[in-house]
């Protein structure tokens, strides 16, 4: 067994050890997690393995990463941070192909589920979204910019999908995409074509026939993967 190999299983070990810590209620929501010192002292690991643990914990959406400040086991609504995703993904993935094929399963199951949910409360939001999504002036915009409109709608629809699980999984996604979405999105003609495909998405969670929203994600996933080509 090679030194690698020792310390997956090391950091593995760690990670379910305070995995269970939260899930038992030992350390409630907002509460603060030892130091990666007295984890380590405790589990007898290095601290590289805790240090490993906390932040494939809070890729998952179980803590909250203070810088400096400390860990602290994450409340149910919290937003994942982008720094523990991107380092996971440097770590462990080298192909954008592998995101997109999560991304699509991902986003196209919290938008049925947000679809499985629809009150008044989402239609509302959903209505607004399109109608600013229509407003928009993607002349001026700024891809940055105008991932920050999509992403922003992208969470809601998580918040709103009812599944804590797909939502964090979703917060992911929306964080490993980020920075090609920019890129993509600095042609005025990616801003014209997301903000046509999105509508549909939008207008279809409004239909009455789950099959009607299938299609349009379906079609907005095929778009995307044509900018990506184009990109």
């Known amino acids: 067994m090679n ?21 038992s209620g030992q350390v409630k929501p907002g509460g603060k997690l030892l130091t990666e010192r007295a984890f380590a002292e405790k589990f007898k690991v290095t601290r590289s393995c805790v240090r490993e643990a906390i932040r494939a914990l809070a890729l998952i959406g179980m803590v909250d990463i203070h810088p400096g400040g400390g860990t602290y086991v994450a409340d149910n609504n919290s937003i994942i941070p982008e720094e523990p995703v991107l380092w996971m993904y440097h770590q462990s993935l080298d192909k ?102 999105r509508c549909k998405v939008l207008t279809a969670l409004l239909q009455d026939d789950k099959k009607i929203l299938k299609n349009a994600l379906k079609r907005f996933f095929m778009n995307s993967e044509r900018e990506l080509n184009i990109k």
């Open 3 to 23: 030194n690698d190999t020792v310390k997956a299983t090391a950091s593995d070990k760690v990670i379910e050890s305070i995995a269970q810590m939260i899930v």
């Open 96 to 197: 954008f192909d592998e995101i997109y094929t999560a991304r699509e399963l991902i986003e196209t199951e919290v938008y049925l589920e947000c679809f499985d949910q629809m009150n008044e409360e989402i239609r509302t939001y959903i209505m607004d979204a399109r109608e600013q999504l229509l407003n928009m002036n993607t002349d001026t915009i700024t891809g940055e910019e105008m991932e920050h409109v999509l992403s922003t709608i992208d969470l809601t629809i998580g918040k709103y999908c009812g599944n804590s699980i797909m939502n964090k999984l979703l917060q992911t996604t929306l964080a490993l995409r980020k920075e090609l979405s920019i890129n993509i999105l600095n042609l005025t003609s990616s801003r014209e074509s997301a903000v046509l495909y």
